[in-house]
């Protein structure tokens, strides 16, 4: 069977050996005579899986004692709500940097919890942009900054992150966790839904500094991250197969050489798709500013809207998935993160050439 080109945005293309891997284990997990889904989550075989999801993920991105990895449902969204619930007091501020509707949408649902406020915004230039990381400034005694490390609509990343703000960094790295090394002793908060580059969709990755987990009676118990901490993710049943499968996302990673080894795949499936909009004499315009340039959805237009359109119908038709940009913003889009094999970018930059040799 030949896989599909696939360039969805999440949920997104799996690695083919996750896949397998699954398949292999499907009827009979680990001799039990069930599947996965049908082992209890408290089973001593499934708590293997999910400490071991913990575990890898603690040494692919070198996650200090000091931190809490927490599997939660309620998809990246929900985090824009828990977030403020447990980490805004009401006599503080919490600040967003604005980089796409993402970003917005997180602060609108803070607006509703306490107040807030906007410390740079690139919507003046249809966020087009990621600001200068160096010139965010934060009250002190601020709660914490949201930022959004990769904006996928926008097809816009953060390169370098803040370093003169002394509250909690938080951020929502939905669209780009695991595609390339970080300090995560920088952040106070990361959270991401899995669907893009750690597993399928029903699964929330919080990892939060210990000392920001603070029980709280007021707040409603399924939405205390305390809650979570404090019985490793078990508080109720938890997505037991969607964490499987990050399980062995993970697996996969760390046989790809870890994140480092990722980076590079990444770092070269990138360029060869903007050397490709750069190399068009204007056929193919990118929508992010060069230094912003995400290397996870890679964002362009065609010179008109009906060459957009005959590009993406023709695309279809060679078999490329997922290629239309999101309907807020039109155009095109090719995610690219983790799990799309290099061969699937080149097949994709080899249809562009042709179709702009016939088409300019
Ligand atoms: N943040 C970012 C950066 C995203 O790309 C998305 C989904 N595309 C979300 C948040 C929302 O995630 P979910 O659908 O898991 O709530």
């Known amino acids: 069977m030949k896989r599909a080109y696939n360039f969805n945005a999440g949920p ?3 690695p083919e050996w996750v896949l397998q891997e699954a398949k292999e284990h499907w009827l ?21 899986v999910h400490n071991e999801a913990k575990e890898l993920l603690t040494s692919l991105l070198s996650i200090p004692d000091n931190y809490e990895i927490l ?47 906007i410390s740079i915004s690139s919507k003046n230039e249809n966020y087009s942009y990621i600001p200068n990381s160096e010139q965010i400034e934060v009250p002190k005694d601020a709660a914490y900054l949201h930022i959004t490390s990769n904006n996928t609509i926008y097809g816009t990343q953060w390169s370098s992150y803040p370093t003169n703000v002394s509250v909690p960094l938080i951020a929502d790295m939905s669209s780009d966790i695991l595609s390339t090394p970080i300090d995560v002793s920088k952040f106070g908060l990361i959270y991401a839904g899995a669907q893009k580059n750690l597993g399928p969709s029903g699964v929330t990755v919080v990892i939060i500094r210990k000392d920001l987990i603070k029980e709280d009676a007021a707040l409603p118990t399924m939405l205390s991250f305390h809650t979570h901490a404090k019985s490793n993710s078990l508080f109720n049943t938890p997505p037991t197969l969607a964490i499987y499968l990050l399980s062995l996302v993970l697996k996969w990673v760390k046989k790809q050489g870890g994140v480092e ?24 315009r990118g929508h992010a500013e060069e230094t912003s ?3 996870m959805n890679v964002t362009f237009t065609l010179q008109s809207e009906n060459l957009t359109k005959a590009f993406l119908q023709e695309a279809k038709e060679a078999g490329f998935v997922g290629l239309n940009g ?32 016939k088409n300019q």
Request: aromatic share 10%; proline share 2%.
């Open 28 to 48: 009979n997990f680990n001799d039990t005579g069930m599947s996965l889904m049908e082992l209890s989550h408290r089973s001593a075989d499934y708590e293997a």
């Open 261 to 284: 080894g990722i980076a590079t795949i990444n770092n070269e499936k990138a360029k060869h798709l903007y050397d490709v909009i750069d190399q068009s004499n204007g056929f193919y």
């Open 293 to 295: 340039r995400s290397k």
């Open 12 to 14: 997104a293309a799996l």
């Open 326 to 357: 999101h309907r807020s913003v039109g155009g095109c889009r090719a995610s690219i993160y983790n799990a799309v094999p290099l061969e699937h970018v080149m097949e994709l930059t080899k249809f562009m050439k042709e179709f702009q040799r």
């Open 71 to 117: 599997f939660l449902q309620g998809g990246a969204s929900l985090q824009f709500t828990m977030i403020p619930m447990n980490l805004l007091p009401k006599n503080q501020t919490a600040y967003y940097a604005l980089t796409g509707i993402w970003s917005e949408k997180a602060l609108k649902e803070a607006s509703k919890l306490g107040n807030t406020a």
